[in-house]
Every structure is written in C-alpha cells, then in structure tokens.
T-cell receptor, first 113, second 114 residues
Framework: DPKIIQKPKYLVAVTGSEKILICEQY?????MYWYRQSAKKPLEFMFS???????DNQTASSRFQPQSSKKNHLDLQITALKPDDSATYFC????????????FGPGTRLTVL | TQTVSQSDAHVTVFEGDSVELRCNYS??????LSWYIQHHGRGLQFLLK??????VVQGVNGFKAEFSKSDSSFHLRKASVHWSDSAVYFC????????????FGTGTTVSVSP
C-alpha cells in the first residue's frame, strides 16, 4: 500500500490558471515537505510543515501556497501558473521536522502550456 | 550556506563491479548527511544517513558511505552492483539546528550494464 499519496500523477495546465496538488501521508509523521524537481534545477526544497504549522519557506513567490487541512495532508496551491512552473513536485514526510530520513511520494508532474 | 557537490554527473559500470559515488559538502555547523536513490519516474528513497559516531555507515541493499571531516566528503560505495542499482543517486545535507530541510546535490546517474 502506498504510504504517501500524491494526486494527480500528471497535470497539464494553461498559463495563468490555478491548480492544487494533493498530498496525503499514512506514516503517522509529524513533518511534511514540498520539493520541486525540474530539468533546469536540481531537487529544490520549497516548504516544511510541522504539526500543521509552516516552519520553513524557501519559495520566493507567493503564488505557491501550501495548505494543511489535516495533520497528514499538505496540499500545494499554485496560482497564476507560468511555463517555468513546469516541474515534478514531490511531497515528503518525516517523523519530526529536521529528520534526515524523509519519505517521498511518487510526485506530480506539472506541465504549464 | 550549505552546499553539496556531486562531481560525477554520470557513471557507467558493469554488473558485479564496485562503484563509488562522490559527494563533497560545505557547511560550518552540525549537519546530517544522507544519500537517496531515485529510480526513473519514481520518488526518492532513503539509503542511509550520518550525523556522528562511526564514520562508516551501512545502508540498505549493500550500500555504505564514509564520512570524512578533513575532506568534507561523504562518498557512497557498493562492492558489487546489480542491474537494479541503475538510478540517480542524490547526496543531501541538512542542518541540525532549526530543522532545515534537505539540500540536495545535482545527482549522479548510475548505469549498470549486464
């Protein structure tokens, strides 16, 4: 059974639109993260949450907004999409914030046309 | 500022060969070092980590890594690779204080030939 679920697996959007990437983890972890991986940049940390509170934000743009409705959920809302936002977005979790052992989801591959 | 450098973008080995993947880091404080593997089209999987103690750490599937403070390195090794080890390998550093997230290197793609 998958321990971290990301939906959808693939997503195509038009420039200027808004999308929400879903992440749910069933590991009982207290910390969750978002990372981005694109052809132009290596794996890039975006956000970390601990007990549903935003702890770290390394994303310069306010167009990216994480949302945690439940302890095991961390969605990512992206507004005013741009072609440069095209990437694979990975959700991850760990028992506690700062743990070096993190568990990654399968990713959502976003293409912005 | 933490940085992680993986000098080899691509390594090709034959099945049964040994392999060493190089990782160098720069950071002045206490850090965790870790290695992850990413098979094509999949998410990352944790291999091993080091914080303190024995500089040689054992991971899953026969992988091990050795920390060297003098060289600022954390190289990953495997004595005998299998075709299923073909993947991208990422070295990562995270600062102990403040619980900062993983900072990844650019990755090394390992191709194992039969």
């Amino acid at each position: 059974d998958p321990k971290i679920i990301q939906k959808p697996k693939y997503l195509v959007a038009v420039t200027g639109s808004e999308k929400i990437l879903i992440c749910e983890q069933y590991l009982g972890h207290n910390a969750m993260y978002w990372y981005r991986q694109s052809a132009k940049k290596p794996l890039e940390f975006m956000f970390s949450y601990s007990y549903q509170k935003l702890m770290d934000n390394q994303t310069a743009s306010s167009r990216f907004q994480p949302q945690s409705s439940k302890k095991n959920h961390l969605d990512l809302q992206i507004t005013a999409l741009k072609p440069d936002d095209s990437a694979t977005y990975f959700c991850a979790s760990s028992q506690e914030r700062g743990d070096a052992e993190q568990f990654f989801g399968p990713g959502t591959r976003l293409t912005v046309l | 500022t933490q940085t992680v450098s993986q000098s080899d973008a691509h390594v090709t080995v034959f099945e049964g060969d040994s392999v060493e993947l190089r990782c160098n880091y720069s950071y002045g404080g206490s850090i965790y070092l870790s290695w992850y593997i990413q098979h094509h089209g999949r998410g990352l999987q944790f291999l091993l980590k080091y914080y303190s103690g024995n500089p040689v750490v054992q991971g899953v599937n026969g992988f091990k890594a050795e920390f060297s403070k003098s060289d600022s390195s954390f190289h990953l090794r495997k004595a005998s690779v299998h075709w299923s080890d073909s993947a991208v390998y990422f070295c990562a550093v995270s600062a102990y204080q403040g619980g900062r997230a993983l900072i990844f290197g650019t990755g090394t793609t390992v191709s194992v030939s039969p």
